[in-house]
T-cell receptor, first 114, second 115 residues
Framework: NAGVMQNPRHLVRRRGQEARLRCSPV?????VYWYRQLPEEGLKFMVY????????ESGMPKERFSAEFPKEGPSILRIQQVVRGDSAAYFC????????????FGPGTRLTVL | AQSVTQLDSQVPVFEEAPVELRCNYS??????LFWYVQYPNQGLQLLLK??????LVKGINGFEAEFNKSQTSFHLRKPSVHISDTAEYFC?????????????FGQGTRLTINP
């Protein structure tokens, strides 16, 4: 029974490049969350998506960041024109569709911007 | 808006000693409460959660936590720790509103177990 999968696990980009982070939720889960963990800090909520819909993006930076969760395929967090301050661990979590449910976390993608 | 304060950024203890990791929260609405553990270079694993009912919640790996509504606290305890408990521990809350909700995390407490 596969858990939440994220790839790549490590990503290195130079300033100005684009970063694409992928998240495959637990099979049957239709809710996906993205969180960012800056060095020596806790996790901060970025965005909450259901299939083909963004439900809450209150934690997303206004520029350069976007997220999607298409009908088919993984959820994608996209960061355009990366800067050094984007270096962090990005975690995806998923939960089932019905009622209140626990969020299950993936192993994270560690983004390093040179 | 909700916030979570973990009162200790680092807690060193000796193996087989008891430990308490403190968590206080602030919220204008009722919340669900969680403790997650993060081992080095890994994702978060759920230790335990409080949704309703008994205020004493038991989780995995021998951990338990007690919800205290009047003190808005949800402290994590273990009566006897092992070297393998060395990790970062995060307290989190979410709104009790309908449907799935985002988690608000504390800053984390680094638990170090010394032999």
């Amino acid at each position: 029974n596969a858990g939440v999968m994220q790839n790549p696990r490590h990503l290195v980009r130079r300033r100005g490049q684009e970063a694409r982070l992928r998240c495959s939720p637990v099979k049957g889960h239709s809710h996906v969350y993205w969180y960012r963990q800056l060095p020596e800090e806790g996790l901060k909520f970025m965005v909450y998506l259901q299939k083909e819909n963004i439900i809450d993006e209150s934690g997303m930076p206004k520029e350069r960041f976007s997220a999607e969760f298409p009908k088919e395929g993984p959820s994608i967090l996209r960061i355009q024109q990366v800067v050094r301050g984007d270096s962090a661990a990005y975690f995806c979590a998923s939960s089932p569709p019905a009622g209140y449910n626990t969020q299950y976390f993936g192993p994270g993608t560690r983004l390093t911007v040179l | 808006a909700q916030s979570v304060t973990q009162l200790d950024s680092q807690v060193p203890v000796f193996e087989e000693a008891p430990v308490e990791l403190r968590c206080n929260y602030s919220s204008s609405v009722s919340v669900y409460l969680f403790w997650y553990v993060q081992y080095p270079n890994q994702g978060l694993q759920l230790l335990l959660k409080y949704l309703s009912g008994s205020t004493l919640v038991k989780g995995i790996n021998g951990f338990e936590a007690e919800f205290n509504k009047s003190q808005t606290s949800f402290h994590l305890r273990k009566p006897s720790v092992h070297i393998s408990d060395t990790a970062e521990y995060f307290c989190a809350v979410s709104d009790r509103g309908q449907g799935a909700q985002k988690l608000v995390f504390g800053q984390g407490t680094r638990l170090t177990i010394n032999p």
